[in-house]
């Protein structure tokens, strides 16, 4: 009996020691600035490419929807951020670890002051579809021009 007793108390142990971690993991998406088409644009006549880098463990960066967004970018000229749509990254939405480059034409840009130049910079952020928001990169300055 004493024994029994002893083989059902360590497959209970057993049991419990084996026990998974029910916590799903998190991934947040991971941007990184790459490039700029132009640092000095004359206003309303350049459009800038921005290209930056993503990381994203799940790969659930992006919407089929062109109405959601999940891209946001502050000019630092402005108080308010600009939303952006990207498309799903992975096919089928699979839940897939993914990197790689995306590149986004801003339209052109122009000056809001009465000077005959400016500068702005611009601050990406990325939200993935779980919510999970990716650090901020700063874009290195851009001088707008006058067009007269």
């Known amino acids: ?3 029994a007793f002893t083989i059902i108390f360590l497959v209970i142990l057993v049991g419990f020691g084996c026990k ?3 916590t799903p993991e998190v991934f947040y998406p991971e941007i990184a600035f790459v490039s700029m088409s132009h640092d000095d644009v004359v206003e309303f ?3 800038v490419a921005i290209t930056f880098s993503y990381f994203d ?3 659930d960066i992006g919407y089929d929807d062109p109405d959601a967004h999940s891209l946001k970018i502050k000019d630092s000229r ?3 951020f600009d939303w952006f749509h990207i498309p799903p ?3 089928d939405n699979l839940p897939l670890e993914i ?3 995306f590149t986004v034409n801003l339209p052109p840009l122009f000056l809001l002051g009465n000077g005959g130049n400016e500068s702005t910079s611009f601050t990406f952020q990325l939200q993935d579809r779980t919510g999970n928001w ?3 990169f700063v874009t290195p300055e851009i001088l707008i021009r006058d067009s007269l």
């Open 78 to 80: 402005l108080q308010e």
């Open 134 to 136: 990716s650090n901020q």
């Open 20 to 22: 998974q971690d029910e």
């Open 1 to 3: 009996m004493k024994r």
């Open 99 to 101: 990197e790689g480059e």
């Open 57 to 59: 463990g799940d790969g």
């Open 89 to 91: 990254l992975t096919p």
């Open 45 to 47: 006549d350049n459009d």
